[in-house]
Each structure stands twice: as C-alpha cells, then as structure tokens.
C-alpha cells in the first residue's frame, strides 16, 4: 500500500470540535499513510502534528494558538518538524493563521484532506502550502480506502456535510460549505468494510444529517431510507446518526423510530433557545410551539427515546423573559442529555455583523449556570430512572478498575460491569446502581 515503505515518518494529530472532525483526522491520517506516516500519541515523538481544529466558538478557535504556542520549542529543537493546521479554524482564517504563528508550515480546509500528500511534500523548509478550496471532486473518494485493520466496535462514518441552513449565529455554513450528500452505494460499502473490520456500530454524520439526498437507486433517498438499507447489513447491529435539524424531520425518519430496531432510541435535536422572538433572529425558521409537537410525534414512534439538544444563552437581545421560554421548553421536554453554550460573536455571520446589542456577559452566565442546573437535573433523573431496567450494551473498552468492562446503552449511556465480556459483546444488562458519569449492572444470561 505505501509508496515510501522504507520513509516511516511521525505523524501526530490532535482533533477539536465535532464527530465529523474525529471522522475526518482517521481519513487524514489515513491519506498521509500513504507518504509514509504512521501515528503517534504525542507531539514530542511527532516528525509532523497536524491540528484538526474547530472555529465555532471564540474559546475554541483561541485553543489552536495556544496550542502552536507550545510547540515553538519542539520546532527549535527540529527544523524539519512539519506543522499543519486543519478543519474549520483553517478554512475560517486561511493564510492569517501563517502570519500570527509563522511556524505553521500547512494550512488545510476540510475540503480539501484528500489533497494532504501532495501538501505535505510541498509544506517545509520555509515552504509554505494553503489549499482551502471547495473543489468540485468528492474528498471522500480521492482519500485511499481505509487499511483493513481491525477496529474498535463504534465508528462514525459522515453522509453529508456541509449546512444551506444558514443561523445567524452559525460558522458551520461558511467553514464547511454547501449541503453535499454521499451516494448510497459508497455509503454501505464503506458500512461493510467497517463491519468486516469488527465494527457493530455505525454513527451516521452530518452537519444536517437527516437533511441528507443521497443518489441512490431509482433516484434520491433521503435519511430513513439509507438507515432502512443500512440495517439490512449483517453484523451491523446499531445505528445513530447526528446532527438533526427539527425542519427535517420528516414522517419516514420519524416512523424509522418506531419501527427500525437497530436504530438507536436517542435523537439529538437541537432548539438552542425556547423563545420564538430568539429563534426568528436566529433565523431558525420554527416556533418553540413546533419543537414540542415534533418531540410529541418522535415520542408517539418510540415512547423511550431519549432527547438530547443544544441552546445557546445571551444570544444578542435575549430578556430575562426570553431566557424563561427557554426554561420553560426545557422543563416541558425533559432531556436525557443537553448541551448548552454562551453566545459567542462569530466573524462573519449575520449576528455578529449586525452588531446587536450583546447581553450583559455576568447576566449571560448566570443564565447559562441556571440553564446547565436544570439539564444536569434531568440528566440525573433520567439515568437514576434507569436503575431495576434491563438495557442492551456495546462493550467498547477496558474500565478503570480491574476486570471492569465498559460499554454504551441503547440510550448512549456509559455502562460498567464486572462480568467476563469481550469488546465488541452486545449483551443484556441489568441496571443496578447510578453513578455520577456512568451506570453500574450486572449481566443478564
Ligand atoms: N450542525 C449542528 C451543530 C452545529 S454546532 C446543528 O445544526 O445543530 C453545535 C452547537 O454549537 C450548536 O447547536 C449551537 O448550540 C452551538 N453554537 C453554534 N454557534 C455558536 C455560537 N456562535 N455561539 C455559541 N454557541 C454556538
Ligand atoms: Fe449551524 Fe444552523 Fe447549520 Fe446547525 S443548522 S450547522 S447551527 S447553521
Ligand atoms: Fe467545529 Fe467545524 Fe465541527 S466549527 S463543530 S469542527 S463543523
């Protein structure tokens, strides 16, 4: 497979952001296999570190140069130590990241991966090489195909990338372009390679995954269509897929639910805020009134499914009254898991360029400390509501203690046994004691 099989080289990344860029570092590092790179675990062994990075909050895009920071030294020491930036904050800032951090060799946008080689063997020796296109060819096909080598049993694979949605507080449409959506047949055999490789769990990812068209047989297929033909794969016993949008959510996807049993009962929806004057600035196109009626509809298709979200706090204009609504949906959903992040101005979107009037920042986190409270609340109830049930769990690792196997509910909850699993198991478990991160249980055979 490699073309310089006696060059091996060093390569060490570190990944930031979202499951899409975890997908995308494992293509990288795959593609720059090809010129000899093998990956190593920290960045003073490293021959190259590639930062695969995230721009979509302010702290985030911070991260990365604090980070290059610290390899000043590492640089000194080695002169031909190659340092690449990659994802979003790359595709955000381009060439301005080579004039604040001089030492940056490479700078890469996320379409653009499949074109790392050739990069790489410009990039060095005050070299300097930039691609942050959006070509025409598809990056997914120009990357060489995964080596067979045995996997863990989770693995995400993107069907679509990219968002047309356009929120005023959003990065995402401007790092990662227009919505594509991966063809059918690419799809299930890259699912079938997973699967031969050990892999039971396929986490379908998208920026709007269930906004996905894929062409396929006969024409177009949207998200539930895909899962349905997914789910025909043997040996592939589970199937999730993040992030959703609630305008697509349509009645297949909604049935698929219900009616598909190796899709998983755990939707991630996000609302960010539960205040319809906030979701119009935030161009969000529904009312909070449409969110509970979806979730009502989800629910009817699989009564224990659970719900998880994202909102943002102290977007620009939000009152002590908007921030309510938003306790008050949350009050009304009842999450088993929730994210939740301050208003982070973004260069370039319409929110931050419209300048509104920002809310105070101390008012803001108290909001946010209120808003986390009442989540971590319902966090907790909705895992101790597991303790005396019986759930099905992916053993995925070794756990902490001796003889401690650690796995993932249906629910996408951490669960630890004692008993003798292997990874990889999927085996029936006995809920018997709520932790603070994790759920104990006890085999049932
Ligand atoms: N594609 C996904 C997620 C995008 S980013 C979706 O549409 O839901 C993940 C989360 O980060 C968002 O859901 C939002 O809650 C948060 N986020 C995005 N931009 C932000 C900003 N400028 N400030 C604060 N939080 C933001
Ligand atoms: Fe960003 Fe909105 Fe697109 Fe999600 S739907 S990626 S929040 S613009
Ligand atoms: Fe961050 Fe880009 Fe993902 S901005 S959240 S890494 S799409």
Redesign the pocket.
Known sequence: MSETPSNTKKLYIKTYG?QMNVYDSERMAEALGGSGYTEVSSPEEADMILLNTCH??EKAAEKVYSELGRYKDLKIANPDLKIGVAGCVAQAEGEEIMRRQPMVDLVVGPQSYHRLPELEAKAGHGQKALDTDFPEEDKFEKLKSRPKAKRAPAAFLTVQEG?D?F?A????PYTRGAEVSRPVDRILTEARDLVERGVREITLLG??VNAYHGAGEGGTWGLARLIRELAKVDGLERIRFT???PNDMEDDLIAAHGDCEKLMPYLHL?V?SGSDKILKAMNRKHTAEEYLRLIERIRAARPDIAMSG???VGFPGETDQDFEDTMSLVREVGYGSA?S??????PG?P?AEKGDKMVDPDVASERLHRLQSLITEQQHAFQDAMVGREVSVLFERKGRLPGQMVGKSEYLHAVHVTDDVAVGDIQRVRIIESGPNSLGGVLLR
Request: proline share 7%.
């Open positions: 979202c979509i909050r968002c949605k929120c507080f959003c990065v995402v920026q709007n992030t959703s949008h996000p960010q994202d909102f943002i994210f992040f301050k208003y982070s101005p973004r979107t929110a």
